[in-house]
């Protein structure tokens, strides 16, 4: 679920290019760790950093295409849902991410 | 149809085996209503695949892997089954038959397909326990119980069965001895030469031969303990299996007055000499034959069911020519026919001693009779069906040895083509030997039910799913009715991932052929069907590319998985643990100091000594991970690459320098190779370890390259492991100098690197490419391996740089490791 609409405000975390092509890194928010993904074509995604498996930190996986596969145990988390690919069952909180001259803005809740 | 009015006749069939219930196959497609069919198994099981029995023991398959019929084919097919209750006794004027347990089941039909029984050796101790034949679930059982707690195994008989069982054994980390009592192993299936090639690499594999041996006694108090030989050889050992022969099942039979003579004796129409009573498979003698294979019981299995589908049926059983394989895996050696041969024959021999193979055809009046093909089997299908059809070879005969792809291009087919072979098959020719499947029965399949994979043809048609011979042909005749539609892999080979069709090999050839130097080079030239991989393929990928482009590709950390991008091992909690390098396992008080510090410094809760011979820091945090680092480069520590890849660590004992067995300085050894291996990226974890004699304390044999020091210099092993499948290594050779040691370990490390798979460790890459051709390239080939060591050198020059001073706090390597930002 978004978080947008319920009291939430845009907070600037860094910029595109600190984040290295088919990675991630994570911004720390008083609900824990957050998972700031860049894929190949320069899409950024957000995502809590915590694997709805066992809790293994996304930002430390392999990230192909829209999707990140845990560290831990190779779940694969698609980026633009939070939701895990078939055959495993899960999802993880999706912050919304809004790019603005190539900075990076999350939605944080109030 | 003669069942229209009558009511059901009661068929009984005592032998829930492979041939019973084959036949009870077949009849149920002849006429699934004819009979009330009640099947009796000794055994307490479905009806499974009994050749299947050496791949469970080799830990190939799994007993669920093997069942041919499931419970539910028998509810399904309306079938009384009753297991673990053997027939005792058949009245014959009445028409009923007795079981164990007691019960009375009357019948109109019985079919008798008992079988037949391991036969025992005339000596003392075949009751002790320990001793077992290999036979049945319960025997595999038995060794398998016996592998896990005992050491030594002695396998009776070096046939077919006998190797297999030898083999399976062999797999499971025993030390397995074969007893047999020719001077040639498997004289009944092959010729000398080819027995005496198979004895040479099974040896090389670790088995020992005991030819020319008459056992005497089995010895042992409370439970075996070895064996003594005519010839006063005693061989010690805590399982003992009897493989030397088989023996038709036949006391029910005689007890019930049928004919018998060897076998249960049936006609042509497999009708014993009580014409209500039928017999197929082992338990039977036809013309004076006997039968051990499979091949002949479907024969019999289907004229057997056409007499009990009709009265009038009028086929005949014929019995035909058999070939055998020997299911090891990595060893193709076929045989089938008349492969000795007299004085009315003649022969057509071909060696290839540098690829290991041996091929022996035997010719009568301008037909094949016999071959015997050793190292390369390929062929065996397209030999056994021109030996079946029988037909002049006329032309043919220049280069039948040369092969079917050879025959086809020398008759003007397109070459590259490599179902053409199979192509130019007739529809009638038998592809798979085991369950009897021809080629146009396959090709139906395909049609009719759109079948795309393997598995789908095994399905629905059998074949390829018994020994697995035939899976190459299997899948020519997929790609010759499907095209690009079925994505060919060689020998049984996997796509890489989901990303693409290509296995690994293919790749690999791709990169260096194509000259694919980046990876959206590689990926756009083989159709990756995915923009930019995915966690499988992507490791792979930068692992072959840095291994064909040293120096030039540039490592994609990207496609690092987490512990070699972050060059530490991930723990359950997502910390992280930090394991610095110690030389050849040696420390100074400097070091020691340091590290306390270090632990002291970051609170890290766990230190622990490993296997390695290092120590561990457990529970370090991602944004610690460089500060540690930084402290431990310090005081003089690099990485030890305990997460990679990698050459992790070269094991020592204290060796010559302290020992009092000491034949060598086996620290220093162990150090100077450590310098030189350090970094180095491979297929998998790679681990070294030099011992000072052969006590072998540093546990050599069982590294991916193993040095034990001996008074004359050092042996070197190859291809050991720990882990699940523990594999000890196979000797390499003995050298003389440390350079040597080096220069050797150097090509085989590369050697490793240019051939394995990605995530295939020495141990299976050396069981799946051969001791021989590892042999052939390191120590026979002398400039090969100075080449293949300096490519090694050379490579090292690239990879020899410390991950961790490169990520020191401030560098901007180490900004991954720093959180992005902190919100309030
Ligand atoms: C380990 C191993 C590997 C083999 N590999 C190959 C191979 O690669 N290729 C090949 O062609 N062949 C191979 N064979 C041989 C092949 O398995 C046999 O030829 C085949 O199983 C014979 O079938 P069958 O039905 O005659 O006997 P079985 O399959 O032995 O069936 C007979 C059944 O009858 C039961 N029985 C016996 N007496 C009674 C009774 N009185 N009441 C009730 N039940 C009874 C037995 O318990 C048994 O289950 C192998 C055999 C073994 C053991
Ligand atoms: C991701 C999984 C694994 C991690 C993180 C891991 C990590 C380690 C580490 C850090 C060491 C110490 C080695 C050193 O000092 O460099 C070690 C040793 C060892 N590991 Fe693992 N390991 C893993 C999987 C395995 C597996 C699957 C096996 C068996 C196949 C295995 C078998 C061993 C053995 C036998 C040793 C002792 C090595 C020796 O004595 O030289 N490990 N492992
Ligand atoms: S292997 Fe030999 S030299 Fe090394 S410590 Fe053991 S006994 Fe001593
Ligand atoms: S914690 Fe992510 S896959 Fe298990």
Redesign the pocket.
């Known amino acids: 679920m978004d978080n947008v609409g319920i009291e939430s405000r845009w907070v600037e975390v860094g910029a595109v290019d600190d984040i290295p092509r088919q990675g991630a890194r994570v911004v720390a928010t008083p609900r824990g760790d957050v998972a700031v993904f860049r894929t190949l074509d320069d899409a950024v995604f957000a995502l809590d950093d915590r694997c709805p498996h066992k809790g293994g930190p996304l930002s430390q996986g392999t990230v192909h295409g829209h999707a990140v596969t845990c560290p831990l145990h190779n779940w694969v988390i698609e980026l633009d849902s939070g939701t895990a690919r078939d055959p495993d069952e899960g999802c993880v909180n999706r912050i919304p991410v809004r790019v603005q001259d190539g900075r990076i803005l999350l939605a944080m809740v109030a | 149809m003669d069942t229209h009015m009558s009511p059901r006749q009661k068929l009984v069939v005592v032998g829930n085996g492979m041939a019973g219930m084959r036949t009870v196959d077949e009849l149920l497609k002849r006429n699934p209503l004819k009979y009330d069919i009640t099947v009796f198994g000794a055994e307490p099981h479905v009806n499974y695949d009994r050749i299947m029995l050496s791949s469970v023991l080799a830990g190939e398959k799994d007993l669920e892997q093997i069942v041919i019929n499931p419970r539910s084919w028998y509810e399904e097919n309306g079938i009384e089954l009753i297991t673990g209750d053997a027939v005792v006794s058949i009245d014959t004027t009445q028409r009923t038959v007795t079981s164990a347990s007691g019960r009375v089941v009357a019948y109109d039909k019985l079919l008798l397909a008992t079988g037949s029984r391991p036969i025992a050796p005339p000596v003392p101790g075949l009751d002790l326990p320990g001793v077992c034949a290999f036979r049945d679930i319960a025997d595999v059982n038995t060794m398998i119980k016996a592998s896990q707690t005992h050491k030594r195994a002695i396998v009776i008989g070096g046939g077919l069965l006998g190797l297999e069982a030898a083999n399976g054994l062999l797999r499971r980390g025993m030390q397995v001895a074969v007893v047999h009592l020719m001077g040639t192993i498997m004289e009944r299936q092959l010729d000398k030469a080819a027995a005496e090639l198979l004895q040479r690499e099974l040896d090389e594999r670790g088995m020992n031969f005991f030819t020319n041996g008459q056992t005497e006694e089995i010895f042992g108090e409370g439970r075996v303990q070895g064996v003594r030989l005519a010839d006063g050889r005693e061989i010690p050992g805590d399982l003992v299996v009897l493989a030397i022969g088989i023996r038709p099942n036949i006391d029910l039979a005689k007890a019930a007055g049928l004919t018998i003579n060897r076998g249960v004796e049936v006609g042509d129409d497999m009708r014993t000499s009580d014409p209500a009573i039928f017999a197929v498979g082992e338990c039977v003698e036809h013309r004076g034959k006997t039968y051990g294979l499979v091949a002949p019981l479907w024969d019999m299995a289907k004229v057997c069911a056409d007499h009990l589908a009709r009265e009038d049926a009028v086929s005949d059983y014929v019995p035909a020519a058999m070939a055998t394989r020997l299911k090891v895996t990595g060893i193709d050696v076929f045989s089938a026919g008349d492969f000795i041969g007299d004085e009315t024959t003649e022969e057509v021999v071909f060696r290839d001693a540098a690829r290991n193979t041996y091929k022996r055809l035997v010719l009568r009046d301008d037909k094949l009779v016999g071959a015997v093909l050793y190292g390369d089997a390929q062929d065996g299908g397209w030999y056994f069906q021109l030996l079946r059809e029988g037909k002049p070879l006329g032309e043919l005969r220049d280069t039948l040895i040369f092969g079917q792809a050879f025959a086809t291009l020398a008759s003007g087919a397109p070459a590259a083509d490599p179902t053409a072979a199979v192509a130019a098959l007739p529809d009638t020719a038998e592809i798979c030997g085991c369950n009897g499947v021809c080629k146009g029965k396959i090709l139906g399949a395909i049609a009719e039910h759109g079948l795309t994979t393997l598995d789908g043809v095994r399905a629905r048609t059998k074949a390829s799913a018994s020994c697995g011979s035939c899976t190459p042909q299997v899948e020519q005749l997929l790609t010759l009715a499907l095209g690009d539609g079925y994505a060919a892999k060689p020998a049984g080979e996997k796509p890489l991932c989901k990303c693409t069709s290509h296995s690994h090999d293919q790749v690999r050839q791709a990169i260096v052929a194509q000259e694919l130097r980046t990876m959206p080079a590689v990926m756009g030239a083989l159709g990756w069907t995915t923009p930019d991989g995915c966690h499988v393929c992507r490791p792979a990928l930068n692992f072959y590319l840095l291994v064909a482009w040293p120096g030039e590709y540039v490592d994609d950390q990207q496609s690092r998985f987490v512990?070699e991008r972050n060059h530490a091992?991930i723990q359950k909690d997502g910390t992280y643990?930090v394991?610095p390098r110690m030389w050849g396992g040696l420390t100074t008080a400097d070091e020691l100091r340091a590290i306390a510090d270090v632990v002291d410094k970051y609170a890290i809760p766990t230190v622990k000594v490993?296997?390695?011979?290092?120590i561990?820091l457990l529970g370090v945090t991602r944004e610690q991970l460089p500060h540690v680092w930084k402290d431990l480069n310090d005081a003089g520590m690099v990485s030890?690459h305990?997460?990679g890849k990698a050459l992790?660590?070269v094991?020592t004992c204290v060796g010559s320098e302290w020992c009092r067995f000491g034949t060598q300085d086996s620290t220093g050894m162990g150090v100077k190779l450590e310098r030189m291996t350090w970094g180095s990226w491979h297929a998998h974890k790679v681990?070294l370890?030099v011992s000072g004699c052969p006590r072998n304390c540093a546990?050599a044999t069982i590294?991916d390259f193993g040095v034990v020091a001996v008074d004359s210099g050092w042996e070197l092993h190859v291809g050991g492991?720990?882990?699940?499948h523990v594999r000890a290594t196979d000797l390499l050779c003995k050298v003389t100098t440390e350079e040597e040691v080096l220069e050797y370990c150097g090509a085989y490390l590369q050697l490793y690197r240019e051939e394995a798979r990605y995530l295939e460790r020495t141990a299976p890459w050396l069981e799946r490419v051969g001791l021989a051709h590892v042999k052939a390239r390191i120590v026979d080939d002398e400039a090969g391996r100075k080449a293949l060591h300096a490519k090694f050198l050379y490579a090292q020059k690239f990879s020899q740089d410390d991950p961790w001073a490169e990520r020191a706090p401030g560098k901007a390597a180490a900004a991954p490791f720093r959180t992005l930002a902190t919100v309030e």
């Open positions: 512990n091992n643990s394991v490993t296997g390695g011979q290092r561990d030890g305990a997460y992790r660590t094991k681990k370890a546990e590294k492991n720990g882990g699940i």
